[in-house]
Nanobody, 119 residues
Framework: QVQLVESGGGLVQAGGSLRLSCAGS????????MGWYRQAPGKQRELTARITNGGSTDYADSVKGRFTISRDNVKNTVYLQMDSLKPGDTGVYYCNAEQLRFGTRYLYWGQGTQVTVSS
């Protein structure tokens, strides 16, 4: 099992910045990727950014150039630096970990952290 705990959400004005953190614990072997997903009110959860074990990154088009995902493998923590925030970035941000064990894919989720961007 993998446990994920997010922190760093809050209320910020448009144009501001926030940094989200996600600390992983438990059976962290064979983690293929970690990422952040956003769920806006009344909408489905969607990928914001993802980083693989090899360091490759992937971003939603709406956040390219504004958000940066990174990871600290020693601390088992993944970060999401969010700059130039817009009201459309508002939502609950969930940390995700993808683990591959013996040919089976497992997905783990944190409890989510609220990000609210005011105009």
């Amino acid at each position: 099992q993998v446990q994920l705990v997010e922190s760093g959400g809050g209320l910020v004005q448009a144009g501001g910045s926030l940094r989200l953190s996600c600390a992983g614990s438990g059976s962290l072997f064979s983690i293929a990727s970690m990422g952040w997903y956003r769920q806006a009110p009344g909408k489905q959860r969607e990928l914001t950014a993802r980083i693989t074990n090899g360091g490759s990154t992937d971003y939603a088009d709406s956040v390219k150039g504004r958000f940066t995902i990174s990871r600290d493998n020693v601390k088992n923590t993944v970060y999401l630096q969010m700059d130039s925030l817009k009201p459309g970035d508002t939502g609950v941000y969930y940390c995700n970990a993808e683990q591959l064990r013996f040919g089976t894919r497992y997905l783990y989720w944190g409890q989510g952290t609220q990000v609210t961007v005011s105009s």
